[in-house]
């Protein structure tokens, strides 16, 4: 599989960790979108797209995002999730919705579109303040 095209998208706002959105063109066929640029505490690193868990109401069966304390369809009071009884971990409340399967493919990706990232930031704000993606 090879990378045919990487479109950066950088962030200027509020949040300082995340300074970008990308997509990822897979052999002119299959594209990847939402891919985030983080600034971690240890360098930059890249999320791929996620969604926020759902649970089931126990009355009427509604998804409602994990961590809600009513359900948005009849309004019932929903249960504390086992893992909302403890601190809970962010990691947890979102699902990836497509991610490398290998450590090494998520490398690869990972060089590639840092690579990117830092081409397009190097361009300076000028050339992306018309492109700049929303959430």
Known sequence: MEITEIRVFPKQGQDKKLQAYVTVTFDNKFVVRNIKVIQGASGLFIAMPSRKAK??????SFKNEVGSKFCNLCGKGLPLHKDEQH??????????????????????????ILEAYNQEKAKGPQAYSDHEMGE
């Open 55 to 60: 649970a089931n109401c126990p009355a009427c």
């Open 87 to 112: 601190p809970a971990d962010p990691k947890t409340d979102h699902r990836d919705v497509a991610h490398p399967i290998t450590q090494e493919f998520r490398d690869y990706l990972q060089s590639k």
